[in-house]
């Protein structure tokens, strides 16, 4: 009898351990292995505007089982598609520079577009103006421990935004951004995990200021079987600002995100 309990429990955190394997369930150190296509979409409000409804994806491609490369694009709408914009399209690349059993860690960075085109009712509608575009540039890095159970990563970014693509020095509007944040997983099961993250985001140009804002996320995902899943979230925001003071937002964000590997 206790030799088959003892077998029943290994045997759930077998199955618990489906991040062990190349399992796309929303994990925060998930990567794609050599030739294998990911597709990432996510359809979500603002937690201080939920008028408006933002459609992203991510589509990734694994070039080796440690490099992957990415293609990043945003629409949104709000008062019910009164109004609407092309919010960004970009490309990245992802490097798994350390794989040390159950330690990992990458090396990531990426290009974006910004505020494309817009169109609606209180606005022009604008294509690639070059008075209302800027570009971003985004170097970081990502790393944690991956459990059968669950896992702990945290990530460091540095974004450098201009309305000049290559020009930095001429640019009228540019910032530097740092970010980090740590993110984690629990399963309960193959089928079902919850997600969690917090993000500090802040303006390096303005670190006097010492204004920024918190970003959280709570969630919980379901997996059809090692390929496919789908998960919910909420979402907050929470500023600092400049006199020091922490200025929550009233509402919540509210969200959906499907991911898919082939």
Known sequence: MKKLA????????AASGAQAANVINNNP?????????????????????????ALGEEFGYGITDRLAATVLGAVSESNWFDNGGMDYIGVGLNYRLVDMGNWKGDVF??????????????????????????????????GGYVAECWTVAGHFAFDYNNNESFNWNDGKRSSHIM???????????????????VEYNMNYDKWSENTGYWT??????????????????ISKIMNHTAAGKWDVDDGFGFGATFGIQF
């Not at 990567?31 to 408006?52: E, H, K």
Request: hydrophobic content about 35%; aromatic content about 16%.
């Open 6 to 13: 003892l077998t029943s429990l290994l045997a759930v955190f």
């Open 29 to 53: 150190l998930y990567r794609p292995m050599a030739g294998q296509f990911y597709s990432v979409t996510d359809l979500g409000t603002d937690s201080d505007n939920t008028s408006r409804v």
């Open 109 to 142: 960075g990426s290009y974006k577009a910004l505020n494309i085109g817009t169109w609606g009712d209180d606005s022009d509608d604008k294509w690639f103006d070059e008075d209302d575009m800027s570009y971003t540039w985004t170097a970081g890095m990502r």
């Open 179 to 197: 970010r980090f944040g740590l993110d984690g997983q629990l399963m309960f099961s193959q089928e079902w995990n919850v997600t969690a993250g």
């Open 216 to 233: 959280g996320k709570l969630g919980a995902n379901y997996n059809f079987d090692a390929n496919k899943f789908l998960g919910a979230y």
